[in-house]
Each structure stands twice: as C-alpha cells, then as structure tokens.
C-alpha cells in the first residue's frame, strides 16, 4: 500500500482537465488562430444557482439547497452550455463562424468573423 506514495502519475490528453489535455487544446487553438487569423471575440459562460430550472428542480426535495445538490446545477449548466454553444454554430448570435474546435465540456474555441 505504501509503495505508491511519491510514485508521479501523469494523466493522459484523453482525460478532460489534466495538463495534457489542456495543453492539447491550446495548441489546436493555436493551430486554427494561425491558419485562420485571431479570434474576434472572447466569451465566458458561467452559472447561476438562482437560475429558476434549478430552483424548480430543488422545490422537488424540501430542504435542498443547491450546494446540496451539485449535481443539479452541473447538469443544467452543461445543458445551458450546449445550447448557448449552439446558439453560437449557428452563426445567427454572433455572426458566421469560421471555425470551430470542440473536444470536450471544459473546452470551446471559436473563430468568427469580424463583423
């Protein structure tokens, strides 16, 4: 049991968040910045536990509150996402994109065209 201790683990780019993953994603942003030119917008999305799916979604357990149940509030923040990323595909937000890269939940990188 002790011989694992101090023994270095290194997780693989296939696990969303570790520092190969991360370091993948921005060499692909990189990657289509230069064959694409630079990004024209930056945006961040983030969630509210006052949002009223959440609140209704904690009326069904009495008591609950939404640090009790973070599951809730990542479900619906990761469904928010999808369709604000959507929203954003569809070029019809923000204007036509020029491209895309999508490789996992906690990352999105967009190109889209200066208007």
Known sequence: MGRDVGVKRVL?????GSKRHMNQNHHDC?????????PS???TFT???NWPKIEGAMRCEPGQKPPDRADMSSRMFHM??????ED???????????A???SSFLSF???LTAP
Do not use: D, W
């Open 88 to 98: 954003i595909r569809s070029g019809e937000t923000y204007g036509p994109v020029t």
């Open 100 to 102: 895309c890269e999508h």
């Open 30 to 38: 990189m990657a289509i910045s230069r064959a694409y030119g630079p």
């Open 80 to 85: 928010k996402l999808q369709e604000y990323i």
């Open 109 to 111: 990188s967009l190109l």
């Open 41 to 43: 917008l930056f945006t």
């Open 12 to 16: 693989p780019a296939s696990y969303p």
């Open 47 to 49: 969630c509210n536990a």
